[in-house]
């Protein structure tokens, strides 16, 4: 299959729900996902990986337990390993998520939000 | 030590050279790379990675051996892994690389467009 670009603002306009990532694209067995959220997540950490966050827009708050990281449009932030952290946004927010392909967005604290993985769009 | 958000348009502002990839943040063993360009670069492949291009201004040329591929502002692309291709932007173009640590720009073509890895601004 020949690869296409891939555009970022074109693939937000379908999504209709929140905290529920979708992914884009794939290189080597990382995934890139889209995401719109508003309102509060759950406390949660991912043991093995690293997670990157790319705010397309709005304003992202990423919250741990000693302080917080506001996250503005074309900011790019690094969640380390382990790490337990929460996210944030008062208003709708687009982000780009780029981790390893199965990470389990709410980590171990699986709940109502759990989203399913590998849900392409 | 605590990471802080990366403002990529900000990071942009300190590159003054075209072809020569700056590092601003790692994910696990990837590097998120920021490079200005603009010309041509040389025919080269990467024999044991995908790479992906996220156009942050500009368009982007991405020429395969059988075709070519126009990345815009907001779009990604994903190049496969060991397939040749040529990077091509007629005006200044801004691009951020994602990929594994340690990959040379040019692939195993090394000449003048090589650049130094782990550069950091």
Known sequence: MKPEPIDLHAKL?????????KVV????DYQFKLVKLQGEFVWHQHENTDEVFYVLHGLLEVRFRDRSVFVREGELFVVPKGVEHITRAED?????IIEPRGVINTGAQKGDLTAPNDVWI
Chains 1, 2 share one sequence.
């Open 13 to 21: 306009e379908m999504i209709h729900e929140h905290w529920a990532p």
């Open 25 to 28: 694209a794939e290189m080597n």
């Open 92 to 96: 709708e927010c687009h982000v780009l």
